[in-house]
C-alpha cells in the first residue's frame, strides 16, 4: 500500500528527512479521511464501529492528498528559503487538506482554540467538517491561510496573480485542478504573466495537478499527449516542469528537486529585474503535477477501480453503514496511515514532524496576507470637492460625469503611487469611458512587446486591461483579499460576464464577516458606464441594465447601489465607496456630456441622505403635491426634469414634487436593508395617496420588488428599460421604452384625477411632440437640437 | 495607397484573377465605408459634401477590411470546391463587412428587396446602417447568413463548433478577433476540437485575425513572438498556417494559397477518418491572418498614424461636419477604391466581379444553415406517459424526478439517434444529475486519449461534457441555430456563469422573431438541478437560485419558468419545453428522492393549466379558505403539504386551500406574459381578501415582482432562499430560510384573525418542535427520520 514508509530515493531530501516528510504526509491524509469520515475514536484507539463514522458522509477525497503532498513540499521550501508564500487551493473543495494541515501546522488551534492541537480537538477538526453547524466542505472564509474558497471553479490564477501584484515579497502558489483548466476564466487567466512585473510585483508558481478526472469523466489536459500540453503551457508563457508518478518517495525526491529548481529560477528571475536588467517579460515556472486521484485511498471498491479514477471524486467508501465490508476497507484505509506513529498519547502531532512546519506568521495558515484587512491601509483620498463642476443654476453647466470622475481618479493614484496600494482594472475601457486622466500619472500594465506608437504601456502601469472582465474581476478580487484597494469600470452590459463572480465574492464577504479573526478589507467598487441609454455604436447587444437585479439579491450588509445624476454626486459617490470596507458598490453614470444638476454642497447634502426632494424643480412649494416625478439615474432624472417643465409651463396649477434617488437602497424598508428609508421618512417623500411616476434607469419592476411593502405602492407607476433597443439616438432610447418626457407628461395626466380639459389638450400636445420628434430623428438620423441643448428653465 | 490594382505577385492566382479579387475587396471596402458615412451620393458621381454623411459617424472600421478580405478568398475557395460553408464573424461589430459582402453576392436583396442591388438600393444600404429605424452595428439577425451577433465578445468559436456538429457537409469558418481571444470563453473553446468527430461532425476552421488593436490597447497575442503563438496554437491542438502582410497583391496570393492547402487538409482528415480510418484526432488546420487594422483606410488622421493602429477601431475620419479636411480625405479615402470601376451606370456590381461569388444557396448570406428554421426536423418524441412514476395516493411513492427524467431523455435519444439531430449537453454532471439512462444508448463525445476503464466515451457520443458552462452553451446554441434540438442540464447555482450568454441569445430569439424571413427555431432547454437546497457536499458557494431572477427580464414572449414538484409533472414539462420554438426555457427540478404527488393524469392537467388548486391537500372543500397555502418549487411543495397535514390536525376547522405553481408565469397578469393569469383566475385562486403563505424555491422578492398588481398582493407573504446556508442536512436548510413546515404553520397562524388561544398553543408546539430538529440535527449530523420519511397523511 502506497501509505508504508518509503524506501529510500534519490534526491535532494536525506532519507530521515524523505521518512518525515512522508510521515506529515501521511498525518494530512490521515486528518482528511478522518474529516470525512469519523464522529469519533479520532485516533482509531478502538476498532472501528459503524457508530464512530458520520451518518452522511460528504466530501471530496480526490483531490486532497495531492493538496496535502504540495502543502507539506511547500512548507520544507518555506523553511529552506524562509519564503512569504500564500497557497491558493483551486480544487477548493479539497477542504480537508487545508484544514488538516493547518491543524498540523498550530494555525488552525490558534484561531479556534476550541479545536485544540490534541485528540480532543482532532475529534471536533473531524466532526464538524461538512457537518451541521460545523464548517463547509471548501476553502471557505473560516479557513485560515485560504483567500479562494474554490466552490465555483476558474478564478485560481487570476486570484493568485492579483496577490503578488505590488507584492515583490510575496509568492501565491496556485494549485490549478485539471478540471477547473477546462473553464474559459481559467484558461485566459493564464496571460496573467504579461501583466506581472518581476521588478516591482512577487511571484506566481502554478501548479497544473493533472489527477486525470473530474466527477465523471476524464480530463482534457490528462488526455492530451504531454507534448502538446508542453507546448500549451509554453504558449501561455511558461516554462514546464513535469513531476509524474505515484511512488511517494519518487515523487518526494521528485517534487523537492523541482520546487528547488523552480525557486532557484524565480529568484534569478527578480534578481535579474531588481538588478534594473532589461525588462523583458521572462518565461516563468511551473510545475504540472500528474498523480493518482484519490492516491493512497482504497484501490479497489466493490471490485472497481477507485484510486487513480474518477470514482474517487467523492467518498471513495459510501456503504460505511450498511455494508461491513466497507467499514472494514475504511478501517484499513485510516489504519494504513499509522496513526501511532504520528500522534503521541495525548494526539498531538510528534515534535520531529511539528518541526515540518514553518514557524509564526511564515505557515501558511498564518501568513497575514491571506487576511489582508490585517495589512489594509487606509487610501490618502484628495478633497473631491476639489473636482467639483460648477453649477450656478441647475442644469447651466454640462460635463461628462466619468470624465470628472477621472480627474479625481488620478489624483488619488497620484497620492498613493508611493504607497503602491491602488489599481484600476478595466476590460480595455478606461480611455473609452473616459477616465483617461489616469494616464497623466501612470500607464498601462504591459509586459508583452511595446511598439512605437503604443498608447501608455508600461511595466509598472496601475491601470490594468485585458479584454477579459474574468480575469479583471479575478485580479481586482485577490488584490483586495490581500489588503489592498481598487476601482472597476466596465461596460455596464458586459459586467453580467462576472454575475457568478459577484456572487461568490459577495458570499465571500457575508461569511467573513461572520469570521471573528477576518479584518475588514476595502470594498469592491463597479463603475458601470457606457450604459444601456448610451449605446450609440453599438445597439441592443450592449444594452443590459439587470447587473443590479442580480446585486440586490445578495445580502443587505454587504451591497450597495448608487446612481448619481451628475458629476458632483458621482464624486461624492466614489469617494464613499473607496472609503468603505467589505461591500460590493455599483455605482452607475453615463459618460456622456450631460446637464450638471446640483453644486458640489447642495451633491453633498443629496449624496449624503441618498434621496431627497429637488425643491428647485418642484412646484408644490413644500406643501403636498398632485403627483411625484421620482427619477434614478442621469437619463431619468434629465427626463424627469424635463417633464416638471413641460407641466410647469403646460398645467402650471399642478403640484409637482421632484425626488431623486442616489441611493437605490433607500427605497427598501428599514428592516431589509441598513440604507432603507423608515416608512414614515419614505411616506413623507412619497406621500401616503398621490401618484407617483419613477422613472427608472434600469428593468422597470425592481423599483416594485424593492417597495412593495411601502404605504402609497399602489399609486407607484414605474418606466425604465423595458428591453427595447438598437443603434439609435439617445432621445430615441427613451422614447422606445417610453421613459421619455413627453410620455412621462401624458402618465402624470392620466393619473392625477380632475385635471380636466385643459390636460386632455396638453397630453395630445405632447403626442404630437413625440412623433414629430421621432419623424426627425428618422429623417435626419439625430436627435432635435432642442432636445440635445434643452437646459432647465427652458420649453423642451 | 494601398486601394491601388496590385502589381501582378507570385501565387495560385493569375493576374487577370487577382486583379478581379482585388476589384471585389476594393467594392466591399467602398461598401463598408460608405455604410458608415454616407446618407446620399452612393455613386460618388459629384464631389462629396458634409451634406452627404450622416450627422452622427458610428460603427467599427478597424476590423472590416480584414473581414471583407476573408469573405472575397471564402467565395472563391466555395466555388472551387462547392463547398458547403458559413461565415462566423466573431469581430461581428464589422457588420459592414457582411452585409456589403452579401449586398454584392445578391442574397441581401433577395431578403430586402427594397435594398436592391442598384445605386438607389445602394443609397438604402448606406443610410440604414446604424441609423435610427434601420440595421444595427453588429452581424444581427437581420444580417444575411448570421448565426453570431458577435456583440459580446468570447463566444464565435464554440458557435462555430455547434454548427458543425452532425453537419459532416458544412464548415464553419470562424473569424476569431485578437480582442476576442483574450477572452476566456474563447480561450477554452479552442479545446472544441476534443469533440469534433471527422467522420461524423464537419469542420471549423479558425481564422485567428490578429490586427493588433483593441479599442485602445495592444491585443496580446499580437505581442507574443510568433514563436510562442505557434506553441500555444499547437497546444490547442492546430496546425496553424500564418499570413502576414499588408501588401494587398502578396496577401491575396498568400491567402489563395494557405485557403487551398488548408482545405485540402480538411478533405484528406475527413477522407481519412470516413474511410473507416483509426479515428485518432488529426491536428486541424487553422490560419493566423495578421493585417492592419483599418487596412487600406487613411494612414494619417490630425497627424497621427490610423491604419495599423487603434485609432483605426470605429471612425477614423469622425470630424467631417467640422474640418474640412477630413471631409476630404474621406472623398479621397472613397475614391481610392474607383467606385467607377466597380459598378456601372446603375450602380450594380459590373458582371465580372459579380461572377466571383458563389451562386444560389452556396453564397454565405444564402446558405439554409444560418438559418437553420427551414432546415429544422421534429423531433421523435417518446410518449412521456410511459415513464410516468405510479402514484395512486399522493406521496406514496418516492422517486428522483432527473431520474425519471433520464429514462424519457433515454428514449428522446434512441429515437433520434439516426436523424441525429438531438445532443445533451452538461458540464460533467449528466450522470450527476442522475440522467445516467443516455448512456445505455449513446456516450460522452470525446476524441482525446481513452484508457481503459474510462465510462462511456465515445468518438460519436451525443452526451457533450466539458468543464466549462460557456462552451456548453456556446456549443448548443450553434447547435440550435443550424436548425437541430439540445437539452442542457447544469447546477442550478452555476448556470450564473453563463448569464451574459442566456442574455445575448434571449436578445437573438426578440430580434429573429421580428425578422421575417427567420424561421423558428428550437428553443434552448435548461434543466437546473443539484439545485439550493440540496447541496448536500457543496454548501454556501453551490446555493444560488437567482438565475430565475435574470431570465424573467427578459421579453415575455421568449421565456419560460417551470418548477415541477414532482416526476410526472417534469415529464409533462420536459416534452413541451422539447416541442417548443423560439424559447429559452428553464425547468427547476431536483435529483434527490422526493415524495411523489400527482399521478400522470393529474400530472398532465395540472401542468397544462400551469396553476392549480391541489384538492386532496385542501380543507377548504371548494369554498373560500381562511388561508391560501401556495408552493413553486418542489422543495417548497414538500414543505407546504407537511405544513397543510399540520394544520390539519392541530387546527382542523382552519379551512387551507393548498395552489401549486408550475408556470411561474402565470402569476404575472396576462397583458405581461402569455402564461399569464387573467386578474379573475388569478383572484380566484388566491382571494381577494384572505392571507397568502407562498413558498417558493428561490428568492422571495420574485413573488412580490411578478404578482404586486394583483388584488390580494397586499396580504400576500412570500419565503424562499435569503441567502443563508453551509454544508447541513436538507431540513436544516428550510429552517435556515424560515421556509419550513413549521415556520409556516406559525406564518399562518400569525396572518389569519381570530384563530384565539388554541393557535397560540400550537404555535408554540411549532416553535418547539422546530428547535427540537435543530438540536437533533446538531447532534446526529442528520434530519430526524420522521422529517426524512414523512408521507402525505402521517403526521409531519
Redo the contacts between chains.
Keep these: 500500500m502506497s501509505a508504508n514508509t518509503p524506501a529510500p530515493a534519490p534526491g535532494p531530501l536525506a532519507p530521515d528527512e524523505l521518512a518525515r516528510m512522508d510521515a506529515y504526509w501521511r498525518a494530512a491524509n490521515y486528518l482528511s479521511v478522518g474529516q470525512i469520515y469519523l464522529?469519533d475514536n479520532p485516533l482509531l484507539r478502538e476498532p472501528l464501529r459503524a457508530g464512530h463514522v458520520?451518518?452522511?458522509l460528504?466530501?471530496?477525497w480526490g483531490t486532497t492528498p495531492g493538496l496535502n503532498f504540495l502543502y507539506l513540499h511547500l512548507n520544507r521550501i518555506i523553511r529552506a528559503r524562509d519564503l512569504d508564500l500564500i497557497f491558493i487551493a483551486g480544487p477548493g473543495?479539497g477542504g480537508p487538506a487545508l484544514t488538516a494541515n493547518t491543524w498540523l501546522e498550530g494555525s488552525y488551534s490558534e484561531l479556534y482554540p476550541d479545536v485544540s492541537a490534541d485528540a480532543e480537538g482532532m475529534r471536533r477538526l473531524f466532526?464538524q467538517f461538512?457537518?451541521?453547524?460545523?464548517?463547509?466542505?471548501?476553502a471557505?472564509p473560516e479557513t485560515p491561510g485560504s483567500i479562494h474558497?474554490g466552490?465555483?471553479?476558474?478564478y485560481a490564477l487570476s486570484h493568485a496573480f492579483g496577490a503578488v501584484f505590488d507584492n515583490p515579497g510575496l509568492v501565491a502558489c496556485c494549485v490549478v485542478g485539471d478540471?477547473?483548466a477546462?473553464?474559459?476564466?481559467?484558461?485566459?487567466?493564464w496571460?496573467s504573466n504579461?501583466f506581472l512585473n518581476p521588478a516591482t510585483d512577487g511571484a506566481v508558481l502554478p501548479i497544473l495537478h493533472l489527477n486525470g478526472y473530474?466527477?465523471?469523466?476524464?480530463?482534457?489536459l490528462a488526455?492530451?499527449?504531454e507534448a502538446?500540453?508542453?507546448?500549451?503551457?509554453?504558449?501561455?508563457?511558461y516554462a514546464p516542469r513535469f513531476v509524474s508518478g505515484d511512488d511517494p518517495a519518487l515523487m518526494h525526491q521528485a517534487m523537492a528537486a523541482t520546487l528547488d529548481a523552480v525557486f532557484d529560477e524565480i529568484a534569478a528571475i527578480q534578481a535579474a529585474a531588481r538588478g534594473g536588467g532589461a525588462g523583458a517579460r521572462p518565461p516563468w515556472p511551473m510545475i504540472v503535477l500528474r498523480s493518482p486521484k484519490g492516491w493512497t485511498g482504497p484501490k479497489v471498491v466493490d471490485g472497481l477501480?477507485a484510486e487513480g479514477?474518477?470514482r474517487s471524486h467523492?467518498v471513495p467508501l459510501s456503504g460505511i453503514h450498511t455494508n461491513p465490508e466497507h467499514l472494514a476497507q475504511l478501517e484499513q484505509w485510516l489504519a494504513g496511515y499509522r496513526p501511532g506513529e504520528l500522534f503521541d498519547a495525548e494526539g498531538r502531532l510528534r515534535p520531529e514532524l511539528a518541526a515540518l512546519a514553518p514557524a509564526g506568521a511564515r505557515r501558511m495558515g498564518a501568513n497575514p496576507q491571506a487576511n489582508g484587512g490585517l495589512l489594509l491601509r487606509k487610501l490618502r483620498l484628495p478633497d473631491f470637492r476639489d473636482h467639483a463642476v460648477e453649477v450656478t443654476v441647475p442644469g447651466a453647466a454640462e460635463a461628462e460625469s466619468t470624465r470628472v470622475l477621472g480627474g479625481w481618479l488620478r489624483e488619488v493614484m497620484r497620492r498613493n503611487l508611493e504607497s503602491r496600494n491602488f489599481r484600476v482594472m478595466g476590460p480595455?475601457?478606461?480611455?473609452?469611458n473616459r477616465l483617461g486622466a489616469l494616464f497623466e500619472v501612470t500607464g498601462?500594465s504591459?509586459m508583452?512587446?511595446?511598439?512605437p506608437?503604443?498608447?501608455h504601456?508600461a511595466a509598472d502601469g496601475r491601470v490594468m486591461?485585458?479584454?477579459?472582465e474574468?480575469?479583471c474581476q479575478g485580479w481586482l478580487e485577490g488584490y483586495l483579499l490581500t489588503g489592498r484597494h481598487g476601482f472597476f469600470s466596465c461596460y455596464e452590459?458586459?459586467i453580467?460576464?462576472v454575475?457568478?463572480m459577484f456572487?461568490?465574492h459577495a458570499?465571500w464577504l457575508?461569511?467573513s464577516k461572520e469570521v471573528p479573526w477576518r479584518r475588514p478589507i476595502a470594498s469592491l467598487t463597479y463603475l458601470l458606464t457606457s450604459h444601456v441609454w448610451r449605446q450609440?455604436?453599438?445597439?441592443?447587444?450592449?444594452q443590459?441594465p439587470?447587473f443590479i437585479?442580480?446585486v440586490v439579491?445578495?445580502?443587505a450588509d454587504t451591497i450597495r447601489v448608487y446612481l448619481p445624476p451628475d458629476a458632483n454626486c458621482l464624486l461624492y459617490v466614489a469617494d464613499r465607496c473607496l472609503r468603505s470596507r467589505d461591500f460590493i458598490n455599483v455605482i452607475v453614470a453615463g459618460k456622456q456630456p450631460e446637464p450638471q444638476w446640483l453644486s458640489m454642497e447642495a451633491a453633498i447634502n443629496h449624496c449624503s441622505a441618498g434621496i431627497g426632494i429637488w425643491e428647485w424643480a418642484s412646484s408644490d412649494r413644500g406643501g403636498e403635491p398632485d403627483v411625484v416625478l421620482a427619477a434614478a439615474g442621469d437619463v431619468p432624472t434629465l427626463e424627469v426634469l424635463a417633464a416638471a417643465q413641460l407641466l410647469r409651463e403646460h398645467l402650471p396649477e399642478l403640484r409637482v414634487r421632484v425626488v431623486n434617488v442616489v441611493d437605490l437602497m433607500t427605497l427598501q424598508p428599514r428592516e431589509e436593508h441598513p440604507s432603507g428609508l423608515t416608512d414614515r421618512d419614505f411616506d413623507s417623500l412619497f406621500t401616503t395617496d398621490r401618484p407617483i411616476l419613477f422613472a427608472y434607469h434600469g428593468?422597470p419592476?425592481?423599483i416594485?420588488?424593492l417597495t412593495?411593502r411601502r404605504t402609497n405602492?399602489r399609486n407607484l407607476h414605474v418606466r425604465g428599460y423595458k428591453?427595447e433597443g438598437?443603434?439609435?439616438?439617445p432621445f430615441?432610447m427613451v422614447v422606445r421604452n417610453d421613459l421619455d418626457r413627453f410620455h412621462l407628461v401624458g402618465d402624470v395626466i392620466d393619473r392625477v384625477p380632475g385635471l380636466g380639459v385643459r390636460a386632455a389638450y396638453v397630453k395630445q400636445l405632447m403626442r404630437d411632440k413625440r412623433t414629430g420628434h421621432r419623424e426627425y430623428?428618422?429623417r435626419?438620423?439625430?436627435d432635435l437640437p432642442e432636445v440635445r441643448n434643452w437646459r432647465w428653465g427652458e420649453t423642451p
Tied chains: 1, 2.
Design positions: 464522529l458520520k451518518p452522511r460528504l466530501g471530496h473543495h466532526k461538512s457537518f451541521p453547524g460545523g464548517v463547509g466542505s471548501h471557505t474558497e466552490g465555483e471553479l476558474g478540471g477547473e477546462e473553464t474559459g476564466p481559467l484558461a485566459t487567466a496571460h504579461k473530474k466527477i465523471a469523466n476524464p480530463t482534457l488526455r492530451i499527449p502538446e500540453l508542453e507546448s500549451l503551457l509554453r504558449g501561455y508563457g477501480p479514477t474518477w467523492q480595455d475601457e478606461t480611455a473609452s498601462r504591459w508583452a512587446e511595446r511598439l506608437g503604443d498608447d504601456l486591461e485585458i479584454l477579459s474574468h480575469t452590459a458586459f453580467h460576464i454575475d457568478s456572487n461568490q458570499k457575508k461569511v450609440d455604436h453599438n445597439g441592443f447587444s450592449h443590459d439587470g437585479d442580480l439579491n445578495k445580502k428593468y419592476w425592481l416594485h420588488r412593495y405602492h428591453e438598437t443603434t439609435t439616438t430615441d430623428i428618422a435626419h438620423g439625430e
